[in-house]
C-alpha cells in the first residue's frame, strides 16, 4: 500500500516540476507554492536565507537535510509500532534538481466545513493526553 504512495507521489512531484498542476496557491513565489493531487499535500524543499543551517550535515541545503530527518523520524516511529499512533504517509521527491515533500492530507484540513471529521493530533493541556 505504501509502495502506491510512493509511486503517485513521485507522479504527482514531476507533473507539478513539469508545470503541469495548478497551485493552490498561484499568487506565491514558485518555491513556496502548495499543490493538492491526488489526495496528496505537495510542497517544495526549498532553501531561504534565514533558514537554520544544520552543523551537523556537510549539505549545503538545510531545508534537504530537515526533510529527510523528518522523513527518517517518522520511520523510526514507525519501526518501533507503537498501538495506535497514526502517522501521514510522507515521500520525498528529488526530480530535476528540485526536492517536493509529499504527505497524505489528515482528513477534514483543508474542508472545515466537517470538524466531526477532522482528525485530532498534538497536545494542547501539557502533555497530559495527545
Known amino acids: 500500500m505504501y509502495n502506491d504512495f510512493v ?3 513521485t507522479s504527482g512531484a514531476q507533473a507539478i516540476i513539469k508545470g503541469n ?3 493552490l496557491n498561484p499568487n506565491e513565489g514558485k518555491n513556496q507554492q502548495v499543490f493538492v493531487h491526488n489526495h496528496i499535500f505537495f510542497s517544495f524543499a526549498v532553501d531561504l536565507m534565514d ?5 551537523t550535515s556537510t549539505e549545503n541545503n ?3 537535510t530537515q526533510a529527510n530527518h523528518d522523513l527518517n ?5 514507525q519501526y518501533i509500532g507503537v498501538e495506535g499512533l497514526h502517522m501521514l504517509a510522507t515521500a520525498i521527491v528529488h526530480y530535476k534538481g ?3 515533500i509529499a504527505q497524505s492530507i489528515i482528513p477534514g484540513i483543508l474542508n472545515n466545513s466537517d470538524l466531526n471529521s477532522l482528525a485530532e493530533y498534538g497536545t494542547v493541556d501539557e502533555q497530559k493526553t495527545i
Not at 523520524?73 to 516511529?77: A, E, N, V
Open 7 to 9: 509511486e503517485a507521489a
Open 21 to 23: 498542476l495548478t497551485a
Open 51 to 55: 533558514n537554520y543551517r544544520d552543523l
Open 62 to 64: 538545510p531545508s534537504w
Open 73 to 77: 523520524g517518522i520511520k523510526s516511529l
Open 98 to 100: 528540485q526536492r517536493v
